[in-house]
């Protein structure tokens, strides 16, 4: 079945650092990938969509300067947290769609997540 | 988006079947059901999508009234490994593919 794939799983670094997440689609090509975000104990919140090609469109609320996205190709998309903080310390998920196959509708995949803590 | 409401959270023991209801009074006419399922420190994973009556799959069904305006997940013979949290969310056919999330049901399995 389809794969989105992240790296890294864990990082913990210092404050100030910018830190780039990956996110790839192992089986298949989207055009369009997801970024979200999730706090302890809260549900999923979409942050912004990476487009191919293009800019990413973001949600009300998210720093397109703190959030730095880019999808430059069709299997990968990367999410960088600029100078991050330690309330930037989160558990961050991107999820692609296959591509319908027939008339079957595809579901979201998602990747395992990435747990940003910052010290 | 449609909302969806669904219980924070839920019991049971293994070996029982576990029905987890989401209501989603707005749903347009478009729209799909979708139930995934997340493990703690983990992406949510896929289990079953619907747009009416009844989907089947190896691991869960999912029963869709003729209104639509609400859905029940069915996880038969659960065991302590379906602990995890489920969510139920309305997504539409065409235009974006933004999911938007609810609360989701924790539901713990004892033995």
């Known amino acids: 079945g389809a794969v989105v794939s992240q790296h890294p799983s864990r990082v913990i670094c210092k404050s100030g650092t910018s830190v780039k997440i990956e996110c790839r689609s192992l089986d298949f090509q989207a055009t369009t990938m997801f970024w979200y975000r999730q706090f302890p104990k809260q549900s999923l919140m979409l942050m912004a969509t990476s487009n191919e090609g293009s800019k990413a469109t973001y949600e009300q609320g998210v720093e397109k300067d703190k959030f730095l996205i880019n999808h430059a190709s069709l299997t990968l998309s990367t999410l960088t947290v600029t100078s991050a903080h330690p309330e930037d310390s989160s558990f961050y998920i991107c999820?692609?769609?296959?591509?319908?196959?027939?008339?079957?509708?595809?579901?979201?995949?998602f990747g395992d997540g990435t747990r940003l803590s910052i010290l | 988006l449609a909302k969806t409401t669904q219980p924070i959270s839920m019991d049971s023991y293994e070996g029982q079947e576990v029905n987890i209801t989401c209501s989603h009074n707005n749903i347009a006419t478009n729209d799909y059901i979708t139930w995934y399922q997340q493990f703690p420190s983990q992406g949510p994973r896929f289990i079953i999508q619907g747009y009416k009556t009844k989907v089947t799959n190896e691991v869960a069904s999912l029963f869709i009234p003729a209104d639509r305006k609400s859905s029940t997940l069915s996880l038969p013979r659960v065991s302590l490994s379906d602990t995890a949290v489920y969510y139920c969310?309305?997504?539409?056919?065409?235009?974006?593919?933004?999911?938007?999330f609810g609360t989701g049901t924790q539901l713990k399995v004892e033995l």
């Open positions: 969310l309305v997504v539409p056919t065409g235009g974006g593919n933004k999911l938007t």
């Open positions: 999820s692609a769609r296959p591509p319908v196959v027939g008339s079957e509708r595809q579901p979201q995949h």
